[in-house]
């Protein structure tokens, strides 16, 4: 059965570095989000991804985070200058159309900021 | 705006008893209802979904859900729960109007013993 996959499974960085965080979606879906989970806190959404721009996202996706789908099976998030509060786990998912259909998660990066 | 709340943080039963995690939801439209698991350092792997028809809805490992609109619930059921059940479930909702953005309850933590 198609997955979504997610790389690396855990990344730490440094406070103020810039992190990317891979995911390849499931191979024929057309759009693709990003969410986040605080140790202990419920998923929140980011961004959500369409047609190569952004279709809608939230509050916490300030000017730091960049989305880009830089080739036919990528899609990554890009955070420029990490914090503490980054600390998180980052879900990928993508679905067939849009709202109506289900999203299929991945396993998760667990991002460790210092 | 589009809301969950998952009214209870755990829920406990005995193996073989019939199980029922809340769901109550706030949308402006049409409610997208969806069931998610969560076990541990896993992502979230799809249950099952209401979008329209049947109000009652099956999905994976014997799980179904109840849609009710006039108390705009969507309660997950079980007849008779596993040990291997245990695990936090989310429920979540969209509305066609924001592009297929999820939003999550706080999830509730389903034990299930011996």
């Known amino acids: 059965e198609p997955e979504v996959t997610q790389t690396p499974s855990h990344q730490v960085t440094q406070m103020g570095q810039e992190v990317i965080l891979r995911c390849v979606p499931i191979s024929n879906h057309l759009y693709f989000y990003w969410y986040r989970q605080i140790l202990g806190q419920k998923v929140e959404f980011l961004v959500s991804?369409?047609?190569?721009?952004?279709?809608?996202k939230s509050e916490i996706f300030d000017d730091q985070f960049s989305v880009e789908r830089p080739d036919g099976s990528n899609f990554t998030l890009k955070i420029r200058s990490t914090k503490l509060e980054d600390s998180a786990m980052y879900f990928c998912?993508?679905?067939?159309?849009?709202?109506?259909?289900?999203?299929?998660f991945g396993p998760g990066t667990r991002l460790l900021v210092l | 705006a589009q809301s969950v709340a998952q009214p209870e943080d755990q829920v406990n039963v005995a193996e073989g008893n019939p199980l029922t995690v809340k769901c109550t939801y706030s949308?402006?439209?049409?409610?997208?209802l969806f069931w998610y698991v969560q076990y541990p350092n896993r992502g979230l792997q799809f249950l099952l979904k209401?979008?329209?028809?049947?109000?009652l809805v099956k999905g994976s490992y014997g799980f179904e859900a109840e849609f009710n609109k006039s108390q705009t619930s969507f309660h997950l059921k079980k007849p008779s729960a596993l040990v291997s059940d245990s695990a936090l479930y989310f429920c979540?909702?969209?509305?066609?109007?924001?592009?297929?953005?999820?939003?999550f309850g706080d999830g509730t933590t389903l034990t299930v013993k011996p």
């Open positions: 979540a909702v969209r509305d066609y109007t924001n592009a297929g953005k999820s939003t």
């Open positions: 209401y979008i329209t028809g049947d109000n």
């Open positions: 998912a993508s679905s067939s159309t849009g709202v109506v259909e289900t999203q299929y």
């Open positions: 991804f369409y047609n190569n721009e952004i279709s809608e």
């Open positions: 949308v402006s439209g049409n409610p997208y």
